[in-house]
């Protein structure tokens, strides 16, 4: 989310005022282990997670945690259940400088990653609050360490322009009509997105299917996939036996023994009974059919430096399977594995583990020096098929079909070479796999126009909503309450209520980011 910086200009019969005279600064409370994994109970525990969900979702009010607990258990340990209506945010890890503001739906307790505001209502709305908060940087207070974290004392010291509680509710009240009509159009901008997406989808599917080529079959003859695809097995093998020696005996200077040509294994053939129909010149192929080699990717430190080549890694392929090599990290790599793991334009690679499992990407011309890491799988397909084709492929609902079905372990699913080498693929002859690349790429063309609107509207919406916020606190959204007067502060009460109830704040994030007791670990969930 985009914030303003800095509310430099307000009028003059406003005040300019400290949070810590107009609000508590509440910190979390540990929440040991042996208290969590409850879903349902009288209070929700919130960690950093649960308001981000809420908070990507759209929503203001958090309500929803994945931990509940008794009040009972809440004495127990020591914590203090905060008011419904407090403003919540991280306070510790990267979340911090997402800048993702939630008020609690219900009286609730966070954890100790979280820090909430409760306002004094007799000097400030609880809305006023929590959209100027909306509009603040808190990654300006963050500290020059490797896990970024702010202080209690640095939040009691934001200033906030401060109106006559009228205007400040006048004020509100037009944010949030103004937002409606934001919060409308995103909506219509997520169905169109959705749109969008489920014509691609149907575009990828028409086209492994046959249906988009259909017209162009009946004007044109090409060799049937069967006899491309004895060529192809051809092709592997000499592929295989080109890999095989070189990466195993001539970059070592050695030459391989005898009879190891017969150690090729062929590729197991799919069964085409249980596989759906496609036109009578195509084939039913399996992945480990078309390439020579799949394998995993090099182990290694990234580094920022330039070391060594560019080094691939999971988190560099992006949704849409491009590759943002500025930002790709360095490795070293000694000559041998350079040769091994060296990427070349028609390598696809693939996410083996994680929450990305099956993503894959395809290497286009234009890659600089790059190795692939070891959470990563190369297929390097045969030289008679149209990669372009296979990638195309691996785009479609059927691959996720399949890779769905395929993909082990909850905590941390993942597919390995052997059952992504089993992947069932129709196989066009090659002048229709061309053919079925350029309709796919013409139709899509539509598609990623309308995507690039959408995102180019959501910006803009982004903008006008910090814009909103940035004329509200400079009093320039509604007209002024000039004979209003800005509430008195009163800082006391606040200050005793809260260094009675909380630990303070400066010397816990201290605390959490070098201790090792596990109850207190930061959760790093964004």
Known sequence: MSVIHEISDHPSHWNKVDLGDLAQVISGHGFPKEYQGRTSGELPFLKVGDISREVQNGKKFVSQADNYISRSTADEIGANPIPEGAVVFAKIGEAVKLNRRGVLGQESLVDNNVMALVASEEAISQDYLYYFMQGFDLGRLTRATTVPSIRKSDVLEIKIPLPSLSEQRRIVAKIEELFSNLDAGREDLETAERQVERYRLSVLQAAVEGRLTADWRTTHDPEPADQLL??????????????????????????????????????????????????????????????????????????????????????????????????????????????????????????????????????EDGVPEAVFASYLIRVITVDSIDERYVYLFFQTLD?????????????????????????????????????????????????????????????????????????????????????????????????????????DDDSEVEDLLGSTDPDKQIEMDL
């Open 230 to 363: 004895k060529r192809i097995e051809e092709e592997r093998r000499r592929g295989w036996e080109e890999d095989y020696k070189m990466r195993r005996y001539d970059i070592k200077d050695k030459e391989p023994p005898s009879g190891w040509k017969d150690r090729y294994d062929p590729p197991e053939k799919p069964d085409e009974v249980e596989s759906g129909e496609i036109p009578d010149s195509w084939k039913w192929v399996v992945v480990d059919q078309l390439s020579p080699n799949i394998h995993y990717g090099y182990t290694e430190s990234a580094q920022d430096e330039p070391v060594g080549p560019k080094f691939l890694r999971i988190t560099d392929i992006q949704q849409d399977g491009q590759v943002n090599w500025e930002d790709a990290p360095y490795c070293e790599v000694g000559e041998q594995e350079r040769k091994k793991y060296l990427l070349e334009p028609g390598d696809i690679l693939f996410a083996r583990t994680g929450g990305t499992v099956g993503k894959s990407c395809l290497i």
């Open 399 to 503: 691959y996720w079909r399949q890779i769905s079905e395929k993909k082990t372990g909850i905590g941390q699913p993942n597919v390995n070479a052997t059952k992504l080498s089993k992947l069932k693929l129709p196989l066009p002859p090659l002048p229709e796999q061309k053919q079925i690349v350029d309709e796919v790429e013409r139709l899509l063309s539509v598609a990623d126009d309308a995507s690039a609107t959408a995102e180019r509207e959501q910006t803009r919406a982004d903008r006008l909503r910090q814009s909103i916020l940035k004329q509200a606190f400079s009093g320039e959204l509604v007209p002024h309450d000039e004979d209003g007067v800005p509430p008195a502060v009163d800082s006391t009460t606040l200050e005793t209520a809260d260094t009675a109830s909380q630990k």
